[in-house]
C-alpha cells in the first residue's frame, strides 16, 4: 500500500517559485500548489515562510512546474546557490532553471491571491 501512495505522490507536479518581499529580496520555494503557497506567504498566517514573516508586500516573481518532487527538490537547490543576476535573468526569462517544462503567468496569480486578501 505504502508503494501505490509513493507512486502517486510522485505523480503530481510540482512548481518552483520566486518570491520578493519590500526589502528587494528574493525567497525560493517549492510546492504542489503555488497559488495556495503564494497566498500562504503574502496572508503572513502561520503556514508563512520564516524568511517572509513581517516583509510584505510580496511580489510573485517567477513560477514554473516540473514534472517531479525529485525535479523540483534539485532545481530549489541549483536556485538558491545562483547569484542575483542569475536569478534576475531567470524572472526576465533570458535563463532557465533545469528541469521546468512550463512557465506560469505569475501576473495572474499575483492578481488572484490579491483577491482573496482583499476580499
Known sequence: MNDV??????????FIYLVKNKLNQLYAGISVDPKRRFLEHAS????????????????LM????????????????WLK?????TKDAIIMQQKTVPSVIQILDVNAIQKEVENKLSS
Open 5 to 14: 501512495t509513493n507512486h502517486q505522490k510522485s505523480d503530481k507536479p510540482w
Open 44 to 59: 503572513n498566517g502561520p503556514k508563512c515562510a520564516r524568511a517572509l514573516k513581517g516583509k510584505g508586500p510580496l511580489r
Open 62 to 77: 517567477f513560477c514554473a512546474q516540473l514534472e517531479t518532487h525529485s525535479d523540483a527538490l534539485k532545481a530549489e537547490i
Open 81 to 85: 546557490k545562483q547569484t542575483r543576476k
